[in-house]
């Protein structure tokens, strides 16, 4: 359908994407008392504020593209991955009341006997194995238009993911990665499941250091000779698998493999989690592919000195090319990296890698060859479009990821209050995003030019010219919110939110890290902003300068009498 222009036609496309009924659209109208001839972007972006849509449905609404926001009874909420599948989303399960992540096979695929192979193994799989480093599957099912597939929801970084942006992991941290997959393993292989495809992007680690293993798509297992049947026409007979971490047996043959080609796999995977490097850094996947089977990798101790002997060791004996030299079971691998291992915090903020993922996959879209693209159905399952023409416009006007993600209109205290009351005392002004925790005492913020300090009262504080932001900057050049700082128990950190706008750090731009005391934000020409304060430091810093003072002092008399006493 043609995008909507004013804001009747936009709650015509909501009534028929499914998020709303007839009659809630007709009261979310009459509450909102916008307009209907006023633009369409304006109803949008007030119903992101009021946290009735997210940005993501907003956004898709606004072009238009209304199909494919319900699933069955699903709710479509973000994106929060993109594959060779299709794409996975934050949904909302209304009928067990909560979040889930949903993969969404994508039309192209659809028909693809092959593809849906795979999904079906992953679905198999995730639903046999119960095991709290497993991503457990909750249903597998299709609309008729399209195939989807319900799993737990995992706030994670990919182990590929976080080398990539951070570099090697620290080797106890990797280690205690490779006990929580190898765990993970031992339950597979005790049901009969040989993985095939361990690598960095099937690993997902929570901030806490919980790692789950995923995508079960490549698995061997018993009684389901069709499928591997289906998987030998799509991928060949042997080299099932990922050519950098593909074990030298499952290359000859894939169909053949036993448990322990997914110990080495999982060796090379630890490999790249330490070293930051494959260990066949060649061109070519034949090259890798032959040096798989012939070459001796280098040890990780070689690359990283720091690792203890026994450690490289270890990842040597998972990586052996006879299998029978390897550990002979996942367990055994659990077992020889437990005494090394310490689990430790990941830091990482799960927006910036969702909008990250994004970005990575409009790329592709982008350098899509355009036959590929030609006659696509407006759904959901063709997240290409979108992600080319996103403009995210609206994705500053609320955290859509924070715990409390539930929109407006199913929670209580809702603006709207079509399912609930309000708060007492709750603000009409204040977005569902914010963090209402007290920031810890003694910070304040001083304006440049300015002599008076004022406190900062919220732990995850807004900064803008609106009249919503906590700190309002008057003038110069930045938006209603610009960007927000927040207390994460330890340390304030700067999260840019202005697409439009940069914010300065020290008179640098900035857009995430941390703020300390005595740092300066500034906007536009730079001759906007404030400092930030903390008055306890304040309080030492002159208490050592009075104590300096003092000692200089004490040692000016002593030089001035040990003088007089030398020349009496």
């Known amino acids: 359908m043609q995008a909507p222009a004013v804001s009747s036609e936009f709650l015509e496309l909501l009534e028929k994407s499914g998020l709303y009924t007839a009659a809630q659209v007709v009261r979310i109208g009459e509450k909102l008392d916008v307009d209907a001839t006023a633009p369409a972007r304006d109803m949008a972006r007030r119903l992101v504020k009021e946290r009735v849509l997210t940005p993501f449905q907003a956004e898709r609404i606004l072009e238009g593209r209304y199909r494919g926001l319900v699933i069955d009874r699903y709710r479509i909420r973000e994106m929060l991955g993109f594959g060779g599948m299709g794409c996975v989303f934050i949904a909302e399960d209304p009928q067990e009341k909560r979040k889930v992540a949903i993969k969404v096979m994508s039309a192209e695929h659809s028909l693809d006997a092959g593809m849906l192979t795979r999904l079906k193994l992953e679905a198999r799989a995730g639903m046999l194995l119960q095991h709290p480093n497993i991503i457990k599957t909750f249903r597998l099912d299709s609309t008729g238009a399209v195939w989807y597939l319900v799993m737990d929801l995992i706030r994670g970084i990919s182990l590929h993911e976080l080398v990539a942006l951070k570099g090697p992991l620290p080797w106890a941290a990797a280690c205690d990665v490779g006990v929580q997959i190898a765990s ?19 690993f997902l680690i929570e901030q806490n250091g919980t790692a789950h293993l995923l995508d079960f798509g490549l698995a061997l297992m018993d009684n389901v000779q069709d499928d591997e049947f289906s998987l030998s026409m799509l991928f060949g007979h042997d080299c099932l698998g990922t050519p950098d971490y593909i074990a030298p047996e499952q290359i000859v043959d894939s169909r053949k493999v036993d448990p322990r080609a997914d110990i080495y796999s999982l060796g090379a995977t630890l490999f790249v989690a330490m070293t930051a490097r494959v260990p066949f850094p060649d061109k070519s996947n034949k090259a890798k592919l032959e ?5 001796k990798v280098r040890t990780v101790c070689e690359l990283r000195p720091d690792i203890p002997p026994a450690v490289g060791a270890i990842i040597a004996r998972m990586m052996e090319k006879d299998p029978s030299r390897r550990f002979q079971s996942a367990q055994e691998v659990a077992d020889a990296l437990r005494q090394h291992a310490k689990r430790q915090d990941i830091s990482f903020d799960f927006r910036e890698i969702v909008t990250l993922r994004a970005k990575q996959a409009r790329t592709r879209a982008e350098n899509t060859p355009r036959k590929s693209r030609v ?14 023409s996103h403009t995210e416009q609206l994705s500053a006007a609320a955290d859509t990821f924070a715990r409390s993600e539930t929109p407006a209109v199913g929670q209580a ?10 708060v007492p005392g709750q603000s009409q002004s204040t977005s569902a995003s914010r963090v209402h925790q007290a920031a810890p005492s003694g910070w304040r913020i001083q304006f440049i030019g300015q002599k008076s300090r004022l406190p900062v009262m919220r732990a995850r504080t807004s900064i803008g010219r609106g009249h919503d932001a906590d700190i309002v900057v008057q003038d110069g050049d930045l938006d209603e919110i610009q960007c927000w700082l927040e207390f994460d128990g330890s340390n304030w950190q700067l999260k840019q939110q202005s697409r439009a ?21 500034t906007f536009g020409t730079r001759k906007q902003g404030f400092r930030l304060i903390n008055i306890q430091q304040l309080e030492k810093i002159r208490q050592r300068t009075q104590l300096i003072t003092v000692l200089t002092i004490v040692a000016a008399a002593i030089a001035v009498v040990a003088w007089w006493w030398t020349n009496r």
Do not use: C, F
Not at 291 to 295: I, S
Not at 375 to 388: E, K, P, V, Y
Not at 413 to 420: P, R, V
Not at 506 to 519: E, L, M, Q, T, W
């Open 291 to 295: 040096a798989h089977k012939t070459r």
């Open 375 to 388: 006659n696509q159905r407006s759904s959901i399952t063709n997240a290409s479009g979108w992600l080319r």
């Open 413 to 422: 205290g809702s603006d709207l209050g079509m399912t609930g009351r309000r």
């Open 501 to 521: 706008y940069p914010t300065y750090l020290n008179g640098r731009i900035a857009s995430y890290g941390p703020v300390r005391h005595g740092d300066v934000l």
């Open 184 to 202: 993970a393993l031992q339950e597979a292989h005790d049901h009969g499941i040989i993985h095939r495809d361990i690598k960095p992007a099937n």
